[in-house]
């Protein structure tokens, strides 16, 4: 199995830009589909973003498109989300999930969770 542990969580201002990370130890990170899902205060989890397992794929939802930016680099065990241009509606924590079978945005698709990292983006 894998662990995944997110970073790169902070307090920004409107317009800014973050970049999270999620690092990955146990298994190669190749084995698997990746996902970035976030879940905001009092809401439920949300899907954001997903990568196939060689990096060649990759969907957002409509909240995010052309802002962010899901990448992985498998030799380093590391998914990446790169989020520019950030509303007050993209706090919340993020979360990295990883699944060998399903190249999914519904997260009971899902096995492996991170802890989660804070965004919080202020006007």
């Known amino acids: 199995q894998v662990q995944l542990v997110e970073s790169g969580g902070g307090s920004v201002q409107v317009g800014d830009s973050l970049r999270l990370s999620c690092a990955a130890s146990g298994r190669t990170l190749s084995s698997y589909f990746m996902g970035w899902f976030r879940q905001a205060p009092g809401k439920g989890r949300e899907f954001v973003a997903r990568i196939a397992k060689s990096g060649d794929s990759s969907d957002y939802a409509n909240s995010v498109k052309n802002r962010f930016a899901i990448s992985r680099d498998n030799a380093k065990n590391t998914v990446y989300l790169q989020m520019n241009s950030l509303k007050p509606t993209d706090t919340a924590v993020y979360y990295c999930?990883?699944?060998?079978?399903?190249?999914?945005?519904?997260?009971?698709?899902?096995?492996?969770w991170g802890q989660g990292t804070q965004v919080t983006v202020s006007s």
């Open positions: 999930a990883a699944s060998e079978i399903f190249f999914s945005s519904q997260e009971q698709n899902y096995d492996y």
